[in-house]
Nanobody, 114 residues
Framework: QVQLVESGGGLVQPGGSLRLSCIAS????????MGWYRQAPGKQREFVAA???????NYADSVKGRFTISRDNAKNTMYLQMNSLKPEDTAVYYC????????WGQGTQVTVSS
């Protein structure tokens, strides 16, 4: 059974940075495309960024130029470097395949506030 564990969230001021990590157990990293999603309070979960096994990336327009997704298949780990954070980035961040194939993990809370 695939398990996903997200970490690295926290409270940061606007303009700050955070680096999220996603560790996957099981064979999910054999799947070509992995991605990050987020869910803000009162809103639906949305796509943030994706990366395939060849390193090709795709980003939601709202984070393009500020966020960078990367992965280390040898470590079954994926990362999301988030810079120039804005209050509207506040959400619980999740990782999964794109499209989703595993159950959602617990996510990691990111709060951007002064």
């Amino acid at each position: 059974q695939v398990q996903l564990v997200e970490s690295g969230g926290g409270l940061v001021q606007p303009g700050g940075s955070l680096r999220l990590s996603c560790i996957a157990s099981g064979r999910i990293f054999s799947i070509n495309v992995m991605g990050w999603y987020r869910q803000a309070p009162g809103k639906q979960r949305e796509f943030v960024a994706a990366i395939n096994n060849g390193g090709i990336t795709n980003y939601a327009d709202s984070v393009k130029g500020r966020f960078t997704i990367s992965r280390d298949n040898a470590k079954n780990t994926m990362y999301l470097q988030m810079n120039s954070l804005k209050p509207e980035d506040t959400a619980v961040y999740y990782c999964n395949a794109v499209p989703r194939v595993a159950s959602w993990g617990q996510g990691t809370q990111v709060t951007v506030s002064s």
